[in-house]
Nanobody
């Protein structure tokens, strides 16, 4: 199993910056991809940014040019640098990791793991 611990959320004024962190720990595992999702009140959870183990990134159109995702697979940590925040970025942000668990002989198929969520509130 994999556990994710997020940090870095909070309250920020519009135009400001926040940096989210997410550290993965647990059984021996191999990371396939990290991602950040968010869910605003009354809305569905949406992908904000993702990064593969090869470093390929993708972003939601709404955050392109403002947010940057990065990761360190050796440290099993992913970050989300959020600049130019606006009120529409207010949401609970969830860390995601796709990981394959080592069972002593082989890796499992990829499993999905989620963090508990961290609140980001942007005041206008």
């Amino acid at each position: 199993q994999v556990q994710l611990v997020e940090s870095g959320g909070g309250l920020m004024q519009a135009g400001g910056s926040l940096r989210l962190s997410c550290a993965a720990s647990g059984s021996t595992f191999s990371i396939s991809a990290f991602a950040w999702y968010r869910q605003a009140p009354g809305k569905q959870r949406e992908l904000v940014a993702g990064i593969t183990s090869d470093g390929v990134t993708n972003y939601a159109d709404s955050v392109k040019g403002r947010f940057t995702i990065s990761s360190d697979n050796a440290k099993k940590t992913v970050w989300l640098q959020m600049d130019g925040l606006n009120a529409e970025d207010t949401a609970v942000y969830f860390c995601y990791v796709g990981a394959k668990i080592w069972n002593g002989a082989s890796y499992s198929p990829r499993n999905d793991y989620w963090g508990q969520g961290t609140q980001v509130t942007v005041s206008s």
